[in-house]
């Protein structure tokens, strides 16, 4: 069964950091990401790795703030959270997608077959 499990969200104050894991199980996959989506807002991309290369990319907004990281031995992808501001309240959900000649836009949720049940981060002012 292939499927992804997130954890580690959480309430924390202004200034403070959150660790967010997301293990994958039943599939390769070639690349990851976290998207994040608050209420009565849209899907937004937060970070993706390739699991090929080891490349990321962060979104401007959490650039210098976030980290992306991935442990290959447990298929394990992390998304490392400092300096947390209240705008960064959201769910966070864990997507991957299957290796694939074709070309997709990563910061984009189609990009993306599998998805993670979400996991909240609430962040107190």
């Not at 997130?6 to 039943?26: H, K, N, P, T, Y």
Request: glycine share 10%; net charge positive.
């Amino acid at each position: 069964q292939v499927q992804l499990v997130e954890s580690g969200g959480g309430l924390v104050q202004a200034g403070g950091s959150l660790r967010l894991s997301c293990a994958a199980s039943g599939r390769t996959f070639s690349r990851s990401a976290w998207f994040r989506q608050a209420p009565g807002k849209e899907r937004e991309f937060v970070a993706t790795l390739s699991w090929d290369t080891g490349a990321t990319n962060l979104a401007d907004s959490v650039k210098g703030r976030f980290a992306i990281s991935r442990d290959a031995t447990q298929n394990t992808m992390h998304l490392q959270m400092n300096s947390l501001q209240p705008e960064d309240t959201a769910v966070y959900f864990c997507a991957a997608r299957r290796p694939s000649v074709y070309y997709c836009n990563f910061n984009r949720p189609g990009c993306y077959d599998t998805w993670g049940q979400g996991t909240q981060v609430t962040v107190s002012s």
